[in-house]
């Protein structure tokens, strides 16, 4: 008998992030084809992809300009080693981020995908630090909550328990830092105004550790795998005074909140602070191809600059570094932001977008927050409103209201009970319209009036 694709898939298939057993209740929607925020399946059904594909998709599917992009690079150059050699895709690229990228990262290091860059990252701070006097500094600093991707360095430095509790026994170990938590402020204070009183929890351990960390590794402005959590820029002004002084580099991980996602180029931009090394990612490529980049200081890259008899070279690479075909659509994804003056236009639909969710779902008994930065717009639904108590997380609900919108083709993919949209930049109004409708009413038929 001849099997479905569907049936095929799960004869071969691990899929990542997931409980195959539940794939017996929801199988695998294999995609046909995509174009712009749209999903269409083998039967034909259409989805709006508010998530953007793992928060990777920046401009659309199958955009047509990184498109031609790409096949012009195919059919001349595909990959090529990087050690010594170099093309220029990437070189084109490095000039470009180089003017936009937050001030004082000016060389580029590439790598194949967000964790990768994060280990890399890890590595060079590490390593500068040997070489520079300290040997003493090889430790670690990380917020609770932390997501910096799934490879064990990465792993040991994230602080999201489903995905590193179980795995401790193999991973580093890393100086905790309780993580903003704005929602639920210990100190009642509110995020537009407040001067980050939680940041006492990074000043005691600096003080305390200071002298055996190489850097603390940290997402800009937002936690997103933790639940889309904000927090203050004055946060961030802090700890880049804190690094500074206590000879701390700051690792910025933009993998996920780079590329106008928040409403500015970077995050960190939000805070007008300049990491040591930031972690680019996901948007780089517009959500084509897996790479990455791990951007550094001169004076990082001075430190690995000798003879090399000296032993200071960073012997670290990954067999697709600067991929051509990557770069190609990397390059092609900065020229429609300038051409298309992305980021302004984003502005004003993030606007649209956030009184549409909070006209729609503000009143519902279950919506504790509904908390925004640029499109990504969160809603975190609480068993109780008034003592913001979160459900027993047993019944998924998050997860059945996902299984919902999908029937009314929505991607609302949840975190936990946080229900969220980051759709890419390109989003429309009507569509925003029919997934805000679509959202607010598979939480009703979930959860009820
Ligand atoms: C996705 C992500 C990573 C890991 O990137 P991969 O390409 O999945 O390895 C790291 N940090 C953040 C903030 C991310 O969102």
């Known amino acids: 008998m001849k099997l479905t694709l569907t049936e095929k898939d799960l004869k071969y298939i691990w899929h990542p992030c997931s409980q195959m057993k539940d794939y017996e209740e929801l199988p695998p929607i294999v995609v046909d084809h995509a174009k712009g925020v749209y999903l269409y399946d083998t039967d034909g059904n259409r989805y709006i992809d508010v998530i953007s594909s793992w928060w990777c998709n920046l401009l659309g599917h199958c955009n047509e300009r990184i498109n031609n992009a790409v096949k012009a690079q195919l059919d001349k150059l595909e990959h090529v080693i990087f050690a010594n050699f170099s093309h220029s895709p990437a070189i084109d690229l490095c000039e470009k981020l180089s003017k936009i990228v937050p001030e004082g990262l000016s060389k580029f290091f590439f790598t194949d995908n967000g964790s990768t860059a994060i280990e890399a990252a890890m590595k060079m701070s590490f390593q500068y630090h040997y070489q520079t006097g300290n040997p003493q500094k090889k430790k670690f600093m990380a917020l609770s909550d932390a997501y910096h991707g799934e490879t064990l360095g990465a792993l040991s430095v994230g602080g999201v328990d489903l995905y590193s509790e179980l795995y401790k026994p193999i991973l580093l170990d890393v100086i905790r830092i309780e993580s903003p938590d704005c929602y639920r402020c210990p100190y009642q204070n509110q995020r537009e105004t407040c001067q980050a009183d939680c940041f006492e929890h990074a000043e005691k351990a600096f003080a305390r550790h200071a002298d055996e960390t190489c850097a603390i590794l940290i997402e800009p402005i937002l936690q997103m795998a933790a639940g889309m959590k904000i927090y203050s820029p004055v946060y961030l002004k802090k700890l880049r005074e804190f690094c500074t002084r206590y000879n701390v580099h700051l690792i910025a991980d933009e993998i996920a909140t780079g590329y106008g996602r928040t409403g500015k180029m970077f995050a960190c931009d939000h805070a007008g602070i300049s990491p040591d090394i930031i972690c680019l990612s996901k948007g780089l490529t517009g959500g084509y191809m897996p790479m990455a980049i791990a951007a550094v200081t001169n004076q990082i890259y001075d430190a690995f600059y000798a003879d090399y008899s000296e032993g200071k070279a960073f012997m670290h690479s990954h067999t697709y570094c600067g ?98 949209f980051n759709p890419p930049l390109i989003i429309e109004k009507d569509d925003m319209d029919f997934a805000v409708r679509v959202c607010a009413e598979s939480i009703e038929e979930v959860l009820g009036k």
């Open 323 to 420: 991929n051509p075909l990557a770069c190609a659509a990397a390059l092609e994804v900065l020229n429609i932001f300038e051409d298309e003056n992305m980021i302004d236009k984003a502005k004003g639909k993030a606007v649209y977008f956030n009184e549409l969710i909070k006209q729609a779902l503000s009143d519902s008994r279950w919506v504790g927050d509904i908390r925004q930065t640029g499109l990504i717009n969160a809603i975190e639904l609480v068993e109780n409103k008034a003592d913001k108590k979160p459900f027993d997380s047993r019944h998924r609900y998050g997860y059945q209201i996902y299984k919902k919108a999908l029937k009314k083709g929505v991607v609302l993919r949840p975190l936990g009970d946080v229900l969220y």
